[in-house]
């Protein structure tokens, strides 16, 4: 009995050598072909994503750029706000000082005509101790009744307490 695998078919070397070399051709050039549009698509794969992520930190960095944009003009305008508000508070603060010398000389001035006034009320006081110093010597001088003496006195009385009539009046 004949095994199987013992009997080979008869086939010219030439032959079997032609289709065994042909096979192995065709087979590495499948699987180069196979390795090559392997690469292909690992390639193309590669590039789209790195497009695609490229896209994506393009329009995060664009984002970021228009809120530091955004920020920024809101902070210059805020800068803007305070330097505004700082200049109108310096004008005030000017404006006040301004009012606080003015109020100091007018009450410099008010404090020296005070004085006046008390001085001119002590002159008047003055005064009006020698007219009642006068009235009294007149009324002891009663005694000589003459129509001069009286007249005289009275004039004088009368003019003294005009005067200090007068000086009271101009005073308030």
């Not at 393009?58 to 305070?82: I, V």
């Not at 005064?127 to 009235?135: A, D, G, I, P, T």
Request: net charge neutral; hydrophobic share 40%; with cysteine.
């Amino acid at each position: 009995m004949v095994s199987f695998f013992t009997t080979y078919l008869s086939v010219p070397t030439d032959e079997m050598g032609e289709k065994h070399g042909w096979g192995i051709r065709r087979r590495w050039l499948a699987a180069a072909i196979l390795v090559l549009l392997l690469g292909v698509i690992l390639v193309t794969l590669t590039i789209y994503f790195a497009i695609t992520s490229y896209r994506q930190s393009s329009k995060d960095g664009l984002r970021a750029q228009d809120e530091c944009r955004n920020t920024t003009h809101l902070l210059q305008r805020q800068l803007t706000r305070t330097q505004d508000s700082l200049l109108q508070a310096e004008t005030q603060a000017n404006s006040c000082n301004q009012t606080v010398v003015a109020l100091q000389d007018a009450l410099e001035k008010k404090v020296a005509q005070a004085l006046e006034q008390q001085a001119l009320i002590s002159e008047l006081k003055d005064e009006v101790m020698m007219l009642k110093q006068e009235l009294q010597s007149l009324r002891t001088q009663k005694e000589a009744p003459s129509s001069v003496q009286v007249s005289s006195g009275c004039s004088t009385v009368l003019s003294s307490l005009l005067l200090l009539t007068m000086s009271l009046c101009l005073a308030f």
